[in-house]
Each structure stands twice: as C-alpha cells, then as structure tokens.
C-alpha cells in the first residue's frame, strides 16, 4: 500500500531534550516535506526536499533541523525542543513537485507533540 | 490578502441537505487549488484538485468543487451531506510566487448531524 509513514504519532518531551521524528514513503517519490499544523493557522511549510540532499527551508524552520541522505526517508529534527514547538506535525510527499507540476501531494498520518 | 482565504470556521449541516464549504484565493497568476479533508485523528486525505480544464471538479467520496476565476473562489460542494462527512477541511493553493509548497487556508469544521 502506497503510504507515507510517521513516527512517532504521539510524543509528549521535555523542553531541551533532542527529538527525531520520522517520515519513510514508499512510493519513489522526490519530493518530501514536512508542515505544521495549529488552529487557526492551517498548515505551514518547515522544511522541503527536491530530491537527495536538495533541501531547503519553509515558512517557519526556526528550532528545526531535516536531512535527506535517501530518497524515501526524510526526518525532522528538533534539537532543543521548546514549547512553542508543541503542535500537531505532518510530513508529506509527491513524485515531482514544483508550483505547476499538478502532482498531488500525499501525507502521513501526522504526529502530536507535545514540549512542556 | 490572505492567499487562501476560509471565511467559515464551522459549517453546521443538516444530513441529507447539500453542503458548501467556502474558498476564496489570492494569486497574481494562475492557480493550482487543492481540497483536503482532515478526520479526527487521522492525516490529510486528498479530495480533488483543479488543474486546468473543466470549471467543475468531481473528487472523493461524492465531494465537487468549482474553479470560478472572476470570484477567485473554488467552493466545496455535495449534493447530499452525511454523518460520516463531518471533519476539518482545509482548501490549499499552489502557485509560481508561493514557490514550492502548497498554501493552506485555516481549516473550516464541517458538522452534519443526523
């Protein structure tokens, strides 16, 4: 089955103490990215990748990290986590993406984290 | 402008009545629009999008939507709600200025209750 996989789904940390969560598709797709989500903002971009070690940032990548050593794996580090982090986290991926590629972009199931 | 623009936090429905859920965008060209549905405890499943062609877009699980250009606005539409529809939905825009990413609105909850 086509999917694109988080982990953790749930996580409740300590502000300070390192965290990596982590996205694995398998659908051979170039394009992965990860979002954030809280109420009344929607979805914003943190990080996305074009391809193997091609990233870049999003809208709000303050306090994360991402690395993209194989194609279906793209984990989002958080360093020294803080509790403005505490959001509910999406990772995502399409074939090719670009403005006008029309592809369409696949999430996971998202991951709550909570930093207190 | 917003670029993506929900102006409803909630639509309450009635099952078996048609639903809308409303989208309007803003883009100096041309755009790609997305409709996702969030359930409760679940990821972002995909809908439908609008890419070019007909104005009039059928998706998932009975859900249309329709590109209008001169209102800027790509509504979702069913003909006949029910229980199960009940979720978050979330409207989403790409385009070239936006770059490579999608642009989300902020959700609107759509309640049908029976």
């Known amino acids: 089955e086509a999917q694109v996989t988080q982990n953790p789904r749930y996580l409740i940390t300590v502000t300070g103490k390192k965290l990596t969560v982590t996205c694995s598709q398998n659908?051979?797709?170039?394009?992965m990215s990860w979002y954030r989500q809280d109420p009344g903002l929607g979805l914003r971009q943190i990080y996305y990748?074009?391809?193997?070690?091609?990233?870049d940032k999003g809208d709000v990548p303050e306090g994360y990290k991402v690395s993209r050593k194989e194609k279906r794996n793209f984990p989002l580090i958080l360093e020294s986590p803080s509790p403005n982090q505490t959001s509910l986290y999406f990772c995502?991926?399409?074939?090719?993406?670009?403005?006008?590629?029309?592809?369409?972009?696949?999430f996971g199931e998202g991951s709550w984290l909570t930093v207190v | 402008a917003q670029s993506v623009a929900q102006p409803e936090d909630q639509v309450n429905v009635a099952e078996g009545n048609p639903l809308t859920v409303k989208c309007t965008y803003s883009?100096?060209?041309?755009?790609?629009l997305f409709w996702y549905v969030q359930y409760p405890n679940r990821g972002l499943q995909f809908l439908l999008k609008?890419?070019?062609?007909?104005?009039l877009v059928k998706g998932s699980y009975g859900f249309e939507a329709e590109f209008n250009k001169s209102q800027t606005s790509f509504h979702l539409k069913k003909p006949s709600a029910l229980v199960s529809d009940s979720a978050l939905y979330f409207c989403?825009?790409?385009?070239?200025?936006?770059?490579?990413?999608?642009?989300f609105g902020a959700g609107t909850i759509l309640r049908v209750k029976s």
């Open positions: 883009v100096s060209g041309n755009p790609y």
């Open positions: 990748s074009m391809n193997v070690e091609v990233t």
């Open positions: 995502a991926s399409s074939l090719k993406w670009t403005a006008f590629s029309g592809n369409t972009i696949y």
């Open positions: 659908m051979n797709h170039e394009y």
């Open positions: 989403a825009v790409s385009a070239l200025e936006y770059g490579n990413k999608l642009v």
């Open positions: 609008y890419i070019t062609g007909d104005n």
